[in-house]
Structures are given as C-alpha cells and as structure tokens.
C-alpha cells in the first residue's frame, strides 16, 4: 500500500468530488451484535448510496467498519469457535450483500475495559482466531479481492493486547488511531494528535511514537495507516501561563471540541481565541486564556503527509469525513499525498 486517504464516513454530505480525492472509506458503523448478527443501522444511508458512489468512482475501496452495541459482543463473538463462524459468515454475507470491498473492525479494545467493554484476557488470542476466520471466509467468496483491516489504539497497551505478527497474516493493513492521544484520560492539556512527542510531556505519545511502536512489534511499515483528525479536544478552566495552557494541568479530562469547520468559522483567531504552533509536536492549538483546544490544520496535515511518505508508510487516514463542510484538510492530504 502507498499513499493511502481514507476517510471514516457516516452522517453528513458526501459527494462525487470526495469519492474521487480519497482511495478508500469506511462506513461508520455497522453493528456486530452479540449473537454473530451483522446490522448496518448506523450507516444506512451511506449503504445505500453504494451504487451512486461506485459510479463517481469504480476504484474507490469501500469498506463497512464495524462496531459493538452490546458492550461484550467482540468478546463473545471472538470466545468461541462456534461464535467466531458464525460472525464470520456474517461478515461475509454482508460484504456479498451491501457491495463492499471489505470490512474493517473498531474494538475498542480487546482485553481493555476502560471503554466500559466487558472484556477478557481470552481476548488476545482469541481475536487472532477470529480476523483468521473472517480472512477465510472473506477468501471464500472468489471474484475479487477482499480487505480485512482493524482500528487499532496508538499505545503500548494495545500492543500488548494482541498478537501484531500473527494479525497481520490475515488483515491487509491497520488504521492506527492516532487522535484521542490526549482524552478524558488525561487532565493535562496537550496535542492530541500530534506528529512528535515532547520531552516535557509525562504522557508522552504521538502519531511518529506510535506507528514506529507497531513495526517494532511486528506490522510492515507499508500497511500500517497514521490517523488524523478532523475534529478538536478540549480542556477547560486552565490558567493563563507562559506556554498557552500547553502542558498545563487541568481539573477535568479532556472534553471533546468543535469540529475543524466550527473551528475555522468562531474560534481560530476569533471570539478570543488566538493560535500557537508548536514547532516541535508539529501541530497547533487554541487558547483564550482558559480554553484550551488542540486539532490538525492543514499545515499539521503537510508535515504528516511528507512525514508518512518519507518513511514508507501506507498512509493516512481521518476522523471524522462530516467535521469539515469546508473540504480544507481533504484537499490538503489529497495534494500532498498525490505530490511527487
């Protein structure tokens, strides 16, 4: 893989001129229900759109991300080689039904229960069974290639959570989810999406830490995707110092903000707020003297794409398609992405 866009898509316009500035998207979200039925309530819409878009665009890769509504359905479709069958032929059944080429899994996360999943150690191994079975009956289907692709966390925990090497005997490439690196976890205001990591941070982590991360525990640098984000997080009640709110200890976690578009539209230089580049994260923020909201912008997204083509990465890819009406950081990653 090279050069990769792809954009998470759910609610929202989607049109001919998107289709045909990314290589692929994920459908945000069928449903993986804990008795190994597949719905795609959440996507709806954009299923049936499929014919619409496969005609702005034959070469566009679509691909059905899926998700739990039941806080242990990965868990229990995974437990069991009864289960992992049954979910897999559904899986299938849906990318046959809905014309995808592929589907894509967002646990959110094997073993890890602080997304308030009911989770078990058995996870680990048994997701490995589970993307093999789903690779063996997506194969099964014959008549074109199908793509197995995971959303993974952008952190050792998730590392240790699963099996990298033998993972990728099965999946064609992992979107490592390179946002959130600073959330509700954290109440220290920084980057939350940041190319590089500060020294100075004691929560260090960034997109360069965590993709370099996923090749030292077994991933092909070519097919693993960094993760963008077009939308902001946001820490509150900060006190007015010397470096912006940055690195700042904060009384609560760290909220979710407006979207890149509400960004451009009352906040970036407006209402108060005024923009910092941090030269070394390689990425900006906001702070207006209490607020403090961290983003990408499209010179963030410059430095992530010639970053991702200089190391030989697959590429890149966004959350999420609907927060930027303005099409700004698309046509950014479409040019520099497509720049020779």
Same mark, same amino acid.
């Given at each position: /893989?090279?050069?990769?866009?792809?954009? %998470?898509?759910?609610?929202?316009?989607?049109?001919?001129? *998107?289709?045909?500035?990314?290589?692929?998207?994920?459908?945000?979200?069928?449903?993986?229900?804990? $008795?190994?039925?597949?719905?795609?309530?959440?996507?709806?819409?954009?299923?049936?759109?499929?014919?619409?878009?496969?005609?702005?665009?034959?070469?566009?890769?679509?691909?059905?991300?899926?998700?739990?509504?039941?806080?242990?359905?990965?868990?229990?479709?995974?437990? &069991?080689?009864?289960?992992?069958?049954?979910?897999?032929?559904?899986?299938?059944?849906?990318?046959?039904?809905?014309? @995808?080429?592929?589907?894509?899994?967002?646990?959110? %996360?094997?073993?890890?229960?602080?997304?308030?999943?009911?989770?078990?150690?058995?996870?680990?191994?048994?997701?490995?069974?589970?993307?093999?079975?789903?690779?063996?009956?997506?194969?099964?289907?014959?008549?074109?290639?199908? %793509?197995? &692709?995971?959303?993974?966390?952008?952190?050792?925990?998730?590392?240790?959570?699963?099996?990298?090497?033998?993972?990728?005997?099965?999946? *064609?490439?992992?979107?490592?989810?390179?946002?959130?690196?600073?959330?509700?976890?954290?109440?220290?205001?920084?980057?939350? &999406?940041?190319?590089?990591?500060?020294?100075?941070?004691?929560? /260090?982590?960034?997109?360069?830490?965590?993709? =370099?991360?996923?090749?030292?525990?077994?991933?092909?640098?070519?097919?693993?995707?960094?993760?963008?984000?077009?939308?902001?997080?946001?820490?509150?009640? @900060?006190?007015?110092?010397?470096?912006?709110? @940055?690195? =700042?200890?904060?009384?609560?976690?760290?909220?979710?903000?407006? $979207?890149?578009?509400?960004?451009?539209?009352?906040?970036?230089?407006?209402?108060?707020?005024? =923009?910092?580049?941090?030269?070394?994260?390689?990425?900006?923020?906001?702070?207006?003297?209490?607020?403090?909201?961290?983003?990408?912008?499209?010179?963030?997204?410059?430095?992530?794409?010639?970053?991702?083509?200089?190391?030989?990465?697959?590429?890149?890819? %966004?959350?999420?398609?609907?927060? $930027?009406? &303005?099409?700004?950081?698309?046509?950014?990653?479409?040019?520099?992405?497509?720049?020779?």
């Amino acid at each position: /893989m090279k050069n990769e866009i792809i954009g %998470y898509v759910g609610s929202g316009e989607f049109t001919e001129e *998107d289709a045909k500035k990314l290589t692929g998207i994920n459908l945000a979200f069928g449903e993986l229900h804990n $008795d190994g039925t597949v719905t795609c309530n959440g996507c709806k819409e954009k299923v049936e759109m499929i014919p619409q878009i496969r005609k702005w665009n034959p070469n566009l890769r679509i691909v059905l991300s899926m998700v739990q509504p039941e806080r242990d359905a990965f868990t229990i479709c995974c437990a &069991t080689e009864e289960m992992r069958e049954k979910a897999a032929a559904a899986l299938a059944e849906a990318a046959v039904k809905y014309d @995808l080429d592929g589907i894509d899994l967002d646990w959110e %996360y094997p073993c890890v229960p602080s997304n308030n999943s009911a989770v078990s150690p058995d996870d680990k191994h048994n997701f490995t069974l589970f993307c093999k079975a789903i690779r063996r009956h997506l194969d099964a289907i014959g008549g074109k290639k199908y %793509y197995l &692709t995971i959303a993974a966390g952008a952190d050792l925990y998730y590392v240790n959570c699963v099996e990298i090497p033998q993972l990728m005997e099965c999946l *064609d490439y992992i979107n490592i989810m390179t946002y959130d690196l600073k959330c509700g976890f954290h109440a220290l205001a920084g980057h939350h &999406t940041s190319l590089f990591s500060k020294p100075a941070d004691v929560f /260090m982590n960034s997109c360069a830490q965590a993709l =370099e991360l996923f090749v030292k525990y077994g991933a092909p640098a070519d097919r693993i995707l960094m993760g963008a984000a077009f939308y902001s997080r946001k820490w509150e009640n @900060l006190k007015d110092n010397e470096n912006h709110g @940055l690195l =700042e200890l904060c009384p609560n976690g760290g909220g979710y903000g407006p $979207d890149y578009d509400i960004l451009v539209k009352d906040y970036i230089n407006k209402n108060g707020y005024v =923009e910092y580049w941090d030269d070394e994260a390689k990425a900006p923020w906001l702070f207006n003297g209490s607020t403090f909201l961290s983003y990408d912008d499209p010179r963030s997204l410059k430095e992530k794409a010639a970053f991702v083509k200089e190391k030989g990465y697959g590429g890149i890819f %966004y959350w999420e398609h609907k927060c $930027d009406s &303005t099409r700004t950081l698309l046509d950014t990653l479409y040019q520099e992405m497509n720049q020779q």
